[in-house]
């Protein structure tokens, strides 16, 4: 094997001389590094970048398990104010947007006919039970003149029937009058339970009749209120079992879902899935006294 030749000497002096320039520039590198590192900004900035880490033993414990739906809110009742009998709108006793309870005046109907008519009935009854008296006593002379066969059977037969068709004609003035005075309180309306009026549908003054389709104003319950919600059939078997074993909480949240508006109770459970869609139907309730939830808001709920 033939033997390795030497370098040149300018080309061992060039190799030495860039050896020396990278030790040069790798010893000035660390040492600005060092410096840099044991800095107060240096410090200041690892510490920022440093993550704080919080420790806890692990446990086995039971968690509650949300289920997600899609619901609308609805007032707990609801109920259209209509005239039973026809008139003018005599009077309207509500503002509309108002809080109304059970028994309120909402309006009044012009009560001047059925008045009438109930002072009629009364009458008519009046006149027959003064006509039962003299038939009465007309009875009682034929009696006594049919014991003494001064009066024939045919007489006395007839005054008995007679008087037996004015009892029965009285009874039924007496229910002329009741029918009459449920006439004429008709004309008075009330709110027959607590919540809030609507819009007014009908103005004072105008003729109303007991055919109108739109009523006079509608009133919904909004304390407390429900909820309808949808979920998948295959989570029937799982709330079946949350219902028996108490009462299953609700939470009403906004639409992002990230902020709850009320808290409630599942109060109903459909009697069928919808077999188009395969959800079945809930609701529940609210007590809503911060009017949180209103009739027709779309809203998630986590039961």
Not at 185 to 194: A, E, F, H, K
Request: glycine residues 6%.
């Amino acid at each position: 094997m033939a033997s390795e030749k030497p370098l040149p000497t300018h080309r061992r002096n060039a190799l030495l001389a860039g050896i020396v320039i990278v030790t040069a520039v790798i010893a000035g590198f660390a040492g600005w590094h060092y410096r840099w590192s044991d800095s107060p900004s240096a410090i200041a900035l690892a510490a920022a970048a440093a993550v704080p880490v919080a420790t806890a033993t692990a446990q086995r414990a039971d968690v509650p398990i949300y289920l997600t739906g899609l619901g609308t809110v609805q007032a707990f009742n609801t109920v259209t104010i209509r005239t039973q009998v026809d008139g003018q709108l005599f009077r309207v006793a509500f503002t509309e947007g108002q809080e109304v309870k059970t028994g309120d005046l909402l309006a009044q109907i012009d009560p001047r006919t059925y008045q009438a008519a109930l002072d009629q009935a009364i009458a008519r009854k009046a006149q027959d039970e003064a006509n039962l008296v003299n038939a009465k006593l007309d009875l009682q002379r034929y009696s006594a003149l049919a014991s003494q066969d001064f009066a024939s059977r045919q007489q006395l037969d007839t005054q008995r029937a007679l008087v037996a068709q004015i009892e029965a004609q009285i009874e039924s003035d007496q229910a002329a009058i009741v029918a009459a005075q449920t006439q004429l309180g008709y004309t008075t309306i009330t709110s027959p339970l607590d919540g809030r009026t609507g819009i007014r549908l009908v103005d004072q003054g105008n003729i109303v009749h007991t055919t109108d389709a739109s009523g006079l104003v509608v009133i919904t319950q909004l304390h407390p209120i429900s909820v309808i919600f949808t979920l998948p059939e295959n989570r029937l078997t799982t709330i079946q079992s949350a219902m028996a074993s108490g009462p299953v909480r609700l939470f009403a949240m906004n639409r992002d879902g990230d902020r709850p508006l009320a808290e409630g109770t599942l109060a109903v459970l459909d009697n069928e899935i919808d077999q188009a869609t395969g959800t079945l139907r809930f609701k529940g309730t609210f007590p809503n006294n911060d009017d949180a939830l209103w009739p027709g808001l779309f809203v998630n709920i986590r039961l």
